[in-house]
């Protein structure tokens, strides 16, 4: 044993501090550019145009694509670090034998994480979600799909907040489908009306001249409403279905605005109020 540490400080001392610089200079200089990562991200985010949506800058996607980029900066640095490590003591050829053998290994081994982190790689140029997007993830393996506001994102996952207050950590790799709610085009309002059957012959013109005009009457509104019949049997009520499509996140406050306006043309027909 004397003799082994008798070695090796022997070794040391002569090889030592340039053997040691080799190694802890990479990984430093690695570790300087993961804390500068952010910046990074932040000067070629604004350069690289990735952060436009519809020919704007949007702020949300701003945020998602300087995350990304900030871990994948990280990521990569401490990558190449390691290679740089490695190709001081091993020859080019085998050099390439090593990363391929181990490229295949660890590729099998971490599929999952390569999986994560290949798919966060490829969300920096893929406008699907942005940081504070409600979403809807289907995830693979999943029955129930997970809901809620994504409040941070990097290479490897998704965090997400639920309507009913828990957070969802979502690895990339498992994102199958994506459910976007802030990107609709509009939000549907579908209202059931139930009035008596003999009141009928009155209440539909009545009803469509109501939607010729409620688009001017209600701003949220993007078109007159349509009216279907629904399969309720046959008795002394009908039951009509009103479809309409609102702005975007407004249909709540149209139902109300709709409903309003209904009772108003509908009064003086002594009808029964809608449900």
């Not at 090889?15 to 000067?43: D, E, H, K, Q």
């Not at 599929?111 to 920096?124: C, E, K, Q, T």
């Not at 393996?141 to 506001?149: D, Q």
Request: proline share 6%; net charge neutral.
């Amino acid at each position: 044993m004397n003799a082994f540490w008798t070695d090796l400080q022997a070794w040391l001392s002569v090889n030592g501090p340039p053997f040691l610089l080799y190694i802890a200079l990479p990984f430093a200089l690695a570790y300087v550019i993961s804390l500068l990562s952010g910046w990074l991200a932040r000067r070629t985010s604004r350069l690289s145009g990735l952060t436009r949506r519809n020919g704007k800058t949007s702020f949300e996607r701003r945020q998602t694509v300087e995350a990304l980029g900030s871990s994948a900066i990280s990521l990569l640095a401490f990558v190449l670090a390691t290679v740089f490590v490695v190709s001081r003591y091993v020859a080019p050829d085998t050099l390439l034998w090593v990363v391929g053998l181990f490229s295949a290994a660890f590729g099998f081994a971490a599929r999952p994480v390569v999986s994560d982190w290949m798919a966060g790689l490829s969300f920096i140029f893929r406008d699907t979600f942005d940081v504070g997007d409600k979403v809807e993830f289907m995830i693979l393996g999943a029955s129930v799909p997970i809901e809620g506001v994504i409040e941070r994102i990097n290479v490897s996952d998704c965090v997400l907040r639920a309507p009913t207050g828990e957070q969802f950590t979502v690895p990339n790799g498992e994102i199958r489908v994506v459910r976007n709610f802030t990107r609709g085009a509009f939000s549907g309002v579908r209202l059931k009306l139930i009035y008596p059957a003999a009141d009928l012959p009155r209440i539909l013109p009545a009803l469509e001249a109501a939607a010729a005009e409620a688009p001017t009457l209600l701003p949220d509104l993007l078109e007159p409403w349509r009216l279907i019949a629904t399969d309720a049997p046959v008795s002394d009520q009908v039951e009509i279905l009103l479809i309409a499509r609102s702005r975007h996140g407004e249909g709540a406050q149209l139902k109300l605005d709709i409903l309003k306006l209904l009772q108003e043309r509908l009064s003086d027909l002594h009808a029964s109020s809608p449900h």
